[in-house]
Every structure is written in structure tokens, then in C-alpha cells.
């Protein structure tokens, strides 16, 4: 079945019921999308269908059919998010990490921290609180030219934090 | 893990009368929509087919139009469609509502309207706002067309008065005259299951509908006679408590719904009136 | 010629140094890999609570199959642990839902998936009430003092009861491993705290000796106790799968299995009695522990202890009678999840605090002042504290930073509760924990620089980069310099495991050493050079405890832990009346834990230990119907979302500890211990009676029909 993946158009063959997500691991070799749970509820393997963040684990192999789907692997290092999830702690053990980073890919540039939270709602994180997940955010919308009244001030506080 | 699926069968309709010719089978197969609870059914084993029908690129079916003054919501649309929709935002804002609180972006980016519908439910977010809205669900088969009155849908449990050969193709929801209003109090703040969830019309004629805390989504009309009457909240409060039957379960107990129940239809009447209820 | 200064790197947010991967995907966790002629396994587990085996029949084609039961296991059947109660098997007698009986494996997840295995059982009595539980696994008593004068000498007396449930993990990464035969012997990779752990139990299992069995750790998606002793039932089943098969085996649990089947925190009713005079001093403390440690004794013994020795939190009190007992009962064994029994008994002792602020009509800020440890006080265990105390420190930090006491008074009558929870952890293993472990680190010379090789694990918490850091700094070489090595026993020492708060402190501190005396061989030289000249050098050192610390532990008393860190806990709440949903509005963390070697990722304990003790204190219920969690799936057994989670301010207070390296005491468990009782005391502030966790809307309910909103205060 014909889709674009990542920017190329691949012909992959798989049973149409398979899982996105275990076509993306295994047909395709991809495995930096997670499975936490099976079930839509932990959004570690969440990808890009068509630029919506989707729960690769209930979506169907048949239903991508000429559709474009963006997976970690196919922001190549090079995402402003990556680096910034890097220096701001938004990555503790990184199980969640690349679903996160996706679903904060597809939020639009200028989110406010509200919309933030909402637009990750449907990914856990055990390991950071999501403080961190949101500086991070908030300093890769800097480095896109965007960002709003996110919680920068969190950041110097931190470094001020420490008393002697 | 990793679905068990080489013995099933996966038919893709080119168009809804192909879909309509599949369904019209002895072993019809499952009409798959948003599948967001699909695997979940599957391992649990409360799906018990092995012939899937794909409904999701029949794009016919997800149209979002006003025809004659009757919204008419097409039964693929998503929840994620329903948010941004202008004309549903305006009309049915209460749906809007619903939908933002409905699992999270990537639920609601494959999650259907039909399939909230179809799935029968109790809790399912999006029902309350259809009884009050007063819905007519649009159902079709090679024989035709048939149009059901949403709160004459459920017949029980999970129950429905489809057939098996039917497909819900889209929903209609005539002009709401009133406030509308909605409240979901789900286990945490996002991501969650409706231990009680209610939508209610304040007008002339109020309409309030549950979910949760029956076997089906349902309307309370000696409630909303009481409030029609300009009876005071404690006695629209008493009579509610005859119309809902909840029970304890994982998630919450009867005792609470019951409260919140209460509390939610007084806070209804409170936000939506002009001070305080006539007592 | 003169070395250009380098800037130091203890102290610094220095990037985590495996972040690249795990924000690319490319970190490989288990599931991640393959191997050759790999088979999937799939463990056939008791579906009753207790009973006795009476017949096993196999309802599939067994082609292509290996079956492994009891009879299979060539050395002992048991899970090696303090006490070898557990069957790694079961033979005839299963104690628990979910007790692992069969094995099977198959190249096909379908046929797998398809296998079904028809199980008889005699039905047993369980046992589900820990109060009625014949079976005690350990007992343990703390006195100081006399409890009986000091009650005499009190004004008045509070008694509560207070209860905590059991709490999952919820690591994102559930449990997996992947054993491959090698030789006569096994390899078993997986995602873990503890290779030797591990590495111990196999032996024991399969009856080989340690250098046929080989334990590495892959990428870790997150542990927090719950991989700490678990991965040594996972990884026996897949070796001997693999040994039988004589083909690699994977064995994941997905989420569900992992719920239902691996470890949880130990569920606990904690009774206090406590004598106070009227100005709030304590003068007798009482407390009575029972913890439930399900169907196996695993580490319940040292949850207790722990429980016990940070039952009168961070408080002075002449007199003290601490009794506990942990008991069996008919569910999966409980065991290690971060604070390992402190947040339990510390949840009850700042909650009990409350109260007797409530009855004396006492500001709750000013029992903690007149009671908490000061440099020169002794602990219930007689362990005199030192200059590394904090308590009052801290204390009036978060006071000060949330203007505590003008905002309760605001607040007060209103829809939002302020509370506090001042509390302590012990940093290492209890008493004489660390000598016995006697762990070994060590420190090899590279080309560039060196390789740090010891048994810890990278489990999220950053070890890797401080451990690195701390390494760098003391031989005056740049962080590129150091490299990690991955933990594999073929190729570390053992340091011991990666629990207790231990890792920078201890481990960091013997691998501090090692570059002191690696510096010193250098002796100004390139690692390059002295390669050259005098070939390898690998320094290895052992664990030595500081001077002065001795612990008894048939009587209790001593020096329970080489130090302790300090932290006060602010929580604001708001409420809502017509849900009685509690909803977190803002957290504040003051913290003291010696000092940060990396701040960034020093507040990412805080922030996540803190997230983790909202999740307990007010949304995380295991529901158990018959000995099963009924709720084990991640829509029903529910963690904090974003939504959940308010802004967390942290604040690191800084007290360098002498024996730790830099300064260093642990911060791993500490965040945790203090969110609970911080968040259940401003729902008190609300004049909502709770004493019990999980705060849930329907309990608050529940209690504001009994007792209204207002607490009322007792003579």
C-alpha cells in the first residue's frame, strides 16, 4: 500500500488490520514511535497523519492509504524541539519523548501555555511533571519565531533557586 | 501488543452504496469508522468479527452542512472536525464542548461522531448534547433510507434499533431555541471516562439528558416537566432521582453520581437563569 | 606550560548525554531489538487468588512451541531474594492472581496469542485483609525513651488512624527482557535497575555459575522501583525459555500483564497516638504499622524498616514506641516504588501533625517549628543529627517564598486550601546496608580520558551525566572525556543497585575516589602519554562508609542513615462544591539534598517526584476485587495528565554534605515522600476530614456528609 513517509513515497506491505504502529516498527524499521499501552491513552506512539497527532496504535494499516504520516525519525535531529527538550530536561528515560515531541510539533506556533496543556493532554509522562516539557516547548517557539506568555520565568527561577 | 490479524478480512467500499452492498451480507462485517476503542474490543474480547469494513475514506460521509435551516453532521466527521467547524461552533456549541472533552487531540483527530453514536455507550460524551438537541439519526441500507429520533435509538445496553445491514450516515439537528449547556465530570482532567456527564436546553420547553448513570444515555422528562412548571430546583432535584439509576463501579459509586447528578442540574438552572430559581 | 583553566562542570546543567538518542528515536530500548532466531515468550499465570494446581492441559498444536513449567528449571525454583519464599514457577500451591505457572514460546505472536492453556485449581482460602492476616513476614519494634511517662506528661492526647493504597509504577516502558543461550550459558538484556540483581537470581535458577550467566541493562524507560527486584522473575522465565528453546527469547508484558502481574507500592494503615503539651511539643509519639506485602515476602522486610525509621518524620521526641508489622495477604506481592515505605508513615505522621494544630488551635507552621530536628536532637532510632539538618531550614523558606501564613488566612472559609508537609529521607541503605553491599567501582584510562564502569543504571534520572560529571571534575578533564559503560555484569563491577537514593551519593562518591587516585597516577600526564609509558589502568575502589556511623539492627538504634535530606512541601488546592473535585492549583518544593550536581536535572526529580505524589494523593487507586486489579488498564488506573499537573516550583536549598561527592546527598525518593500529605493537608484546610488516600471526589463527599466542612476541635 502506496503512503508517504516521512517526505518519500514507500509501497509497504502489510495486513491492512495491523496496527500503524507495528507496521511503523517492524515492516518499516522504525522503532522510535513507542508502544506505553495499546490502548490510546499514554500517546507514546503518537504520529502525524496527514499533520494531526494520532495514536498510531488504533489506527488501522488500511486506513493510511495515500495519506502522509511524519514520525520521530522524520524530523531528522533537526526540530527545534529536539534541541530544546535536550538542554530544558524535557526528556527524563525518553519512553514518552518521541510521542511528545510529536504531538508538540503539531501545535500551532504561537500557542499559549493553556493550549499547551491541552494539546498534550493525551500524553503521560511519569518521569518530569511536564514543567520541563513545557520550557522546552517554550524555547523551541522562541527559536521559531514564535511564543507567547509561556512559562519562561520558570527557567530563572530555577537558577535563582539554589540558596546558599 | 502486536493484534493477531492474518485471519481477518479487510474490505474497502469504494463509495456508500458499496459499503451499504457489503453490510448486505448473512455474516455482514464490522463497519470500521475512527476505531479508536477497535484493538482495545479486540484484546478485551468484546469484538468478536473477523470481516472489517473500512468506512474511512468515504469522505461523503463526514460533510458538515446546514440544509434548510437543519445542521446535518456527517456520521465520519471527527470530534477534531466538530471543534473547528464554524457553523457547528455557532449552532451547537454544546457539541463543540462535548468534543473538546473527549479523550485528548488524538482521540479526537480519529474519533467519529458516528462511532460515538454506534459504540451505544452510557457515557459517551457527545450523546447528552444529541438527546437535548432533540437529533434525528440518518440510517441507510440498499433498501433505502430510514429516520430515527435519536432518544427512540437505544434499546438497552449497548443496544440499538439498527439492523445489521444499516450504516448511520449522518446526523440532523434542527435550531436549538434556548441556552445550551453542558458539564462532563470525568475521572481526571483530561483523557477521561464520564462518571456523570449532562447536557441540558434552557428555554420555554428545558431539555436535560444524562449519561452515565443509566444503561443508555437518557432524557429526564419529569425533570423537565418540573422545571417547565416553574417548580423550585429541590423538587426538580427529587424527581431527577427517579429518572437516572446509577450503580457503583470502577470508576465512581452510585451515591456520588446521584449527588453530582443534583448538584449539576441546579448549577444548570443557576448559570443559565436570570438569579435565582423561582422557588 | 601552563593548563588552560577549565570550567567545571558540577554544578552546571550539562546537557543529558544520551539525549541526542532519545529525542531522535534512536535510543534502543528492548522491544527495539532482535535477534536472530529470536521467539516470542508469553507467561500462562493463576487466574485465582489461592489454590492448589490440579491439572494443566495444553488446547493447541504444539509445533513450533517450547513449554517450560518446574520441572524445567535446573537449579533452584525460587526468585533469589532476602528470603527464598517465592517460586519463580509455581509447582502446586499458587498464593496469588497473576502467579506466573507455564511458559510458553513460538517464533508466531498469533499462534502464541492463539495458545490456550485450561488450568484446574482446588480452591484455597485467600486471605485479602491485612488486618486478618495470619502470616506476618516481618516484625519490627523502634523504642525510645518511655512512651508511658511521656503520655503522663502530656496535656492532651491525639489519636488517627490514617490509610494509603496501593500505588502502580506506571513506567512508560512496561517490563521486558530478551535472554539469548550463549555457550552453556545465558545472556539476558533488558530494561532494568539492578544487573546484579539479576545476574544473583539466575544463578540461583538455572545453577550456573557467574561467569555463564551475563545481565545488560538496555535503555530504560523509566523504573521507580517497580524494575528494581521485578526484571529477576522476567528475565528467569525467558533464560529458561531460551535454555530450552536453545533460540533467543523476547519476553515484553504489554501494559496490562504488566499491571496486573509485576510489583506495587505497599498499601498500609498507620495508627498514631500521640501525647502533646499545649503549646504543641511533642512529648510521647506511638505509632503502629501494617503494611501488606501480598503473597511473597520479596523486599517487604526493608520496606518495612524503612517505613519504621521515618515514621516520626522529620521530629524530635524523647519518647517513642514505633511497632509494624508487615503481613501476607492473597494478592501479587507488593515491593520497591520510590521512598519504599517513608511515604507511607510520613503521609500519616504530617497529616497527624495537622490534626494536633487543629486540636490545640495551633498555627500548623508553628508545631512544626517547636518539634522538628535541630542539629543536636536524636531521632527515634537515637541517631543524633548533625549540621546536615535542614528541617527548619527549609521550613521557613517555603513559608516565606508562599507567605504561608497571611495566605491560609485569606484563604480561610474560601473554595482554596493552603497546607504543608515538612518531611525527610534517609539517602543510601539503611544501617549497615551499604558496608554489606560493599560495592565496587571503577575507573579505566581511555585515550581521551576514562571509562566509568559501575553497575548503575541511566533509568531517567541522569546518572549517566552526573556520574560523568563528577568524574570529569575530579580529574580535571573535560565531559567529552568520560565515557559510560553500558551496565553489563561481563563488564562492570558490582556497585550495587540503582535504588535508595544511593547512586550519586554513594556510587558517585567511590567513583570520586577512583579519580583521585587515578589524578594522582597521572601525575600531570595525557592519558595518552602514561598509556604509553606504563600501559592500562583500571583504578577500582570500594565502598567506605564515614566515620562514626554504627547501627544495631537487632535493637533498632543507631545511625539509621549516613545522612538525610530535608524538604518542606507547600500545596495549593482549589475545590469545587459541586463535584467535590480537588484540583492542584500550584506546588512549591523546597528542597534540600546536599547540593545539585546538574540543576536541570536535580528539578527533574523534584518535579516529577512531586507529579508522582500528586498522582497518589489524589487520583491513583488500584481497585482489587478477589486478589485481581480490576483496573489494570491506563484508562481506569489513572496517572496525572498535563491537566492534572499545576506549575511546580522548585527550590534547592543547599547544605553540602561532607561525605558526599561535591557536596552531594540523594534527591531520587525525597520529592516524593512530601506531595501527598501537602495536598491532603490543605484539603483539611478546606475543613474537609481526610485522612485516607486517594483523595477522591466521592471520599471527600463521603466526608463532608459526616462531618460537614469544618473541622472540629477536640479537647
Known sequence: ?164 | MRTPVSAFEHLEPRSLRDALRLLNDERPPVPMAGCTDLYVSLKFGTLGGTRFLNLWNLDELRRIRVERDILSIGALATFGQLIKSPVVQKRLPSLVAAAREIGAVQIQNRGTLGGNIVNASPAGDALPVLAVAEATLVLRSLGGTRRVPFTAFYTGYRQTVMRPDELLVAVEIPPVEGTQWFRKVGTRAAQAIAKVVMAAVRAPRPRVALGSVAPTVVRVPRTEAVLASGGSIEEAQAALQTEIHPIDDLRSTAAYRRRVSANLLALFWRQTGQGEPRA | ?715
Not at chain 3, 567513583?511 to 589524578?519: S, Y
Request: glycine share 12%.
Open chain 1, 1 to 164: 500500500m502506496r503512503f508517504n513517509l516521512n517526505g518519500k513515497t514507500v509501497d509497504v506491505r502489510a495486513h491492512p488490520m495491523a496496527r500503524l504502529l507495528d507496521v511503523l516498527r517492524e515492516e518499516c524499521g522504525l522503532t522510535g514511535t513507542k508502544e506505553g499501552c495499546g490502548e490510546g491513552e499514554c500517546g507514546a506512539c503518537t504520529v502525524l497523519v496527514n499533520g494531526e497527532a494520532v495514536n498510531a496504535c488504533l489506527v488501522p494499516f488500511g486506513q493510511v492509504r495515500g495519506a502522509s504520516i511524519v514520525t520521530i525519525e522524520g524530523l531528522r535531529g533537526r526540530h527545534p524541539l529536539q534541541r530544546a527538550f535536550v538542554t530544558e530536561g524535557g526528556s527524563q528515560c525518553g519512553f514518552c519523548t518521541p510521542g511528545t515531541i510529536m504531538a508538540a510539533a503539531a501545535l500551532p506556533k504561537h500557542a499559549t501555555l493553556d493550549e499547551v496543556r491541552t494539546g498534550l493532554a493525551g500524553n503521560l509522562c511519569r518521569c518530569t511533571g511536564y514543567s520541563a516539557i513545557y520550557r522546552a516547548i517554550a524555547k523551541a517557539q522562541l527559536a521559531q519565531g514564535g511564543g507567547t506568555t509561556t512559562t519562561n520565568r520558570k527557567r530563572n527561577t530555577r537558577r535563582q533557586g539554589t540558596i546558599r
Open chain 3, 1 to 715: 606550560m601552563r593548563r588552560r583553566a577549565r570550567t567545571p562542570v558540577v554544578g552546571r546543567s550539562v546537557p543529558r548525554r544520551e539525549g541526542l538518542e532519545k529525542v531522535t528515536g534512536a535510543a534502543r530500548y528492548i522491544d527495539d531489538l532482535s535477534f536472530p532466531g529470536m521467539l516470542h515468550g508469553l507467561t500462562v499465570r493463576s487466574t485465582v487468588p489461592a489454590g492448589e494446581i490440579q491439572s494443566i492441559r495444553f488446547d493447541f498444536d504444539p509445533s513450533g512451541f517450547t513449554i517450560v513449567d518446574h520441572t524445567d528449571i535446573p537449579g533452584r525454583n525460587v526468585v533469589a531474594a532476602i528470603v527464598d519464599d517465592q517460586p519463580c514457577l509455581a509447582e502446586r500451591t499458587v498464593r496469588h492472581v497473576a502467579e506466573p505457572i507455564v511458559l510458553l514460546a513460538h517464533e508466531s505472536r498469533e499462534r502464541l496469542a492463539a495458545a490456550k492453556v485450561h488450568i484446574d485449581y482446588s480452591p484455597g482460602t485467600p486471605v485479602f485483609d491485612p488486618a486478618a492476616s495470619k502470616e506476618t513476614l516481618k516484625a519490627i519494634t523502634i523504642e525510645k525513651g518511655d512512651v508511658g511517662r511521656g503520655f503522663d506528661a502530656a496535656d492532651v492526647i491525639v489519636e488517627g488512624e490514617y490509610r494509603v493504597g496501593h500505588q502502580e509504577h506506571v513506567y512508560i516502558e512496561p517490563n521486558g527482557v530478551i535472554a539469548v543461550p550463549s555457550g552453556s550459558g545465558v545472556t539476558v538484556y533488558g530494561s532494568l535497575q539492578c544487573p546484579y540483581f539479576v545476574h544473583k537470581a539466575l544463578k540461583t535458577l538455572l545453577g550456573l555459575p557467574g561467569d555463564k550467566v551475563r545481565v545488560v541493562q538496555t535503555e530504560t524507560g523509566g523504573g521507580f522501583g517497580g524494575k528494581e527486584e521485578y526484571p529477576s522473575i522476567i528475565a528467569g522465565h525467558a533464560s529458561l525459555l531460551a535454555l530450552k528453546s536453545g533460540r533467543p527469547v523476547k519476553l515484553v508484558y504489554d501494559r496490562s500483564e504488566d499491571m496486573l502481574a509485576t510489583t506495587k507500592r505497599h498499601p498500609g494503615v498507620i495508627r498514631h497516638r500521640s501525647g502533646v503539651t499545649r503549646d504543641g511539643r511533642l512529648t510521647a509519639l506511638a505509632i503502629d504499622v501494617l503494611l501488606d506485602g501480598g503473597a511473597y515476602t520479596t523486599l517487604s522486610p526493608v520496606v518495612l524498616s524503612r517505613a519504621l525509621i521515618h515514621a516520626c518524620g522529620p521530629y524530635r521526641c524523647d519518647n517513642v514506641r514505633v511497632t509494624g508489622r508487615v503481613v501476607m495477604t492473597n494478592t501479587p506481592p507488593n515491593g520497591a516504588f520510590r521512598g519504599f515505605g517513608a511515604p507511607q508513615t510520613q503521609f500519616a505522621m504530617e497529616v497527624q501533625m495537622e490534626r494536633i494544630a487543629e486540636t490545640l488551635g495551633l498555627d500548623p507552621v508553628r508545631v512544626r517549628e517547636v518539634n522538628a530536628l535541630r542539629a543536636g536532637d536524636t531521632t527515634a532510632t537515637g541517631q543524633r543529627i548533625g549540621r546536615d539538618a535542614s528541617a527548619l531550614r527549609v521550613l521557613g523558606e517555603a513559608v516565606r517564598r508562599t507567605d504561608f501564613r497571611r495566605r491560609r488566612k485569606a484563604l480561610a472559609g474560601t473554595n482554596r486550601g493552603l497546607g504543608l508537609a515538612l518531611f525527610l529521607h534517609g539517602a543510601g541503605f539503611t544501617g549497615s546496608g551499604e558496608v554489606r553491599l560493599a560495592s565496587k567501582a571503577s575507573l579505566e584510562l581511555t585515550g581521551r580520558g576514562a571509562r566509568i564502569r559501575v553497575a548503575n543504571t541511566e533509568i531517567g534520572q541522569g546518572a549517566r551525566t552526573t556520574l560523568a560529571q563528577i568524574v570529569a571534575d575530579t580529574l580535571g578533564m573535560p565531559i567529552d572525556a568520560i565515557e559510560v559503560s553500558q551496565p553489563d555484569t561481563a563488564r562492570v563491577p558490582d556497585s550495587g543497585p540503582t535504588v535508595a537514593s544511593r547512586t550519586c551519593m554513594v556510587v558517585g562518591g567511590i567513583l570520586e575516589q577512583c579519580a583521585r587516585e587515578m589524578k594522582r597516577q597521572l601525575a600531570g600526564m595525557t592519558p595518552r602519554e602514561y598509556l604509553r609509558r606504563h600501559g592500562p589502568l583500571v583504578v577500582t575502589r570500594q565502598y567506605e562508609p564515614p566515620p562514626g556511623i554504627s547501627f544495631d539492627e537487632e535493637t533498632y538504634r543507631g545511625d539509621a542513615y549516613a545522612t538525610f535530606a530535608w524538604a518542606c512541601d507547600v500545596a495549593e488546592v482549589g475545590f469545587d462544591p459541586v463535584t467535590y473535585e480537588v484540583r492542584p492549583v500550584k506546588m512549591t518544593a523546597v528542597q534540600e539534598f546536599g547540593r545539585p550536581i546538574n540543576p536541570v536535572l536535580a528539578a527533574g526529580q523534584i518535579e516529577g517526584g512531586t507529579a508522582q505524589g500528586l498522582g497518589y494523593a489524589l487520583l491513583e487507586e488500584v481497585v482489587m476485587l478477589d486478589g485481581r486489579m480490576a483496573n489494570a488498564q491506563l484508562t481506569n488506573y489513572l496517572v496525572p495528565t498535563t491537566r492534572d499537573t499545576p506549575p511546580i516550583d522548585v527550590v534547592m536549598v543547599e547544605n553540602r554534605y561532607r561525605h558526599g561527592p561535591f557536596g552531594a546527598k540523594g534527591v531520587g525518593e525525597l520529592p516524593f515522600d512530601g506531595a501527598a500529605p501537602a495536598i491532603v493537608n490543605a484539603i483539611r484546610h478546606l475543613g474537609i476530614d481526610i485522612r485516607d488516600l486517594p483523595a477522591t471526589p466521592e471520599r471527600i463527599m463521603e466526608a463532608i456528609d459526616r462531618g460537614g466542612r469544618g473541622i472540629r476541635r477536640k479537647a
